[in-house]
Each structure stands twice: as structure tokens, then as C-alpha cells.
């Protein structure tokens, strides 16, 4: 069974910082790059970070540079966004998303997890 469950989600004071992970399973993990989109209330999905198969290339949102870092464990199949410094804004549900290696579209999702960041 192909699915994507993400964890780590909570509520947290501005300033805070956080540990999403997402693991897939039923997927050769390794082939895919992953990555973070996240929904705020009345708005729609945004891109946050995105990662290539094997960690070398990272790509993130202008809104998170510098705060946010998009790590993977392909031995776990995992992928992680480790946040610092959270601010109201970035209040959503995170979404983990992949995309097989050479396509241009995230196929596979899990059903989110929710931030709540209070100031």
C-alpha cells in the first residue's frame, strides 16, 4: 500500500521551533524527491521546501529560507522539515508530497498535519 504519513505536528509559541517527518511506504523511496506544501486557513497550497533523491539539491520558499531545513533519510524512508523561529504565519496544515525522479508533478500525498503557532 503506497501512502505518505507525516508526524510531529503540534501547537507552539512564535519563536519556537519544530520537527515534521513523513514516511513513506509501499514506494522506491529513493527515486522519488519529496517535499513540504503546507495550507493556511482560506488560502491555498504553498510550496515550502522540496529535496532531490539523494540530499544534494534543496529548494525552499522565499517565506521559510534560512529558518526552515529539508533533510532526508532514504535508509528510513523519511523526510524531515526541521523549523526555527516560528511565527504566526506560518500557522497551516504541512503537507509531505513526492514526485518520481524525471516528472514534474507531486503524485503522491499524505493527509497533513497541523501547526499552530501562537504569538
Known amino acids: 500500500q503506497v501512502e505518505l504519513v507525516e508526524s510531529g505536528g503540534r501547537s507552539v509559541q512564535a519563536g519556537g521551533s519544530l520537527m515534521l517527518s513523513c514516511t513513506a511506504s509501499?514506494?522506491?523511496?529513493?527515486?522519488?524527491?519529496m517535499a513540504w506544501f503546507r495550507q493556511a486557513p482560506w488560502k491555498e497550497r504553498a510550496f515550502v521546501a522540496s529535496?532531490?533523491?539523494?540530499?544534494?539539491?534543496?529548494n525552499y520558499a522565499e517565506s521559510v529560507k534560512g529558518r526552515f531545513t529539508i533533510l532526508r533519510d532514504n535508509a528510513k524512508n523519511t523526510v524531515y522539515l526541521q523549523m526555527r523561529t516560528l511565527k504566526p504565519e506560518d500557522t497551516a496544515v504541512y503537507y509531505c508530497a513526492a514526485r518520481f525522479w524525471g516528472t514534474t508533478t507531486y503524485t503522491l500525498w499524505g493527509k497533513g498535519t497541523q501547526i499552530t503557532v501562537s504569538s
Open positions: 509501499g514506494i522506491a523511496f529513493s527515486r522519488y524527491t
Open positions: 529535496i532531490n533523491w539523494d540530499g544534494s539539491v534543496t
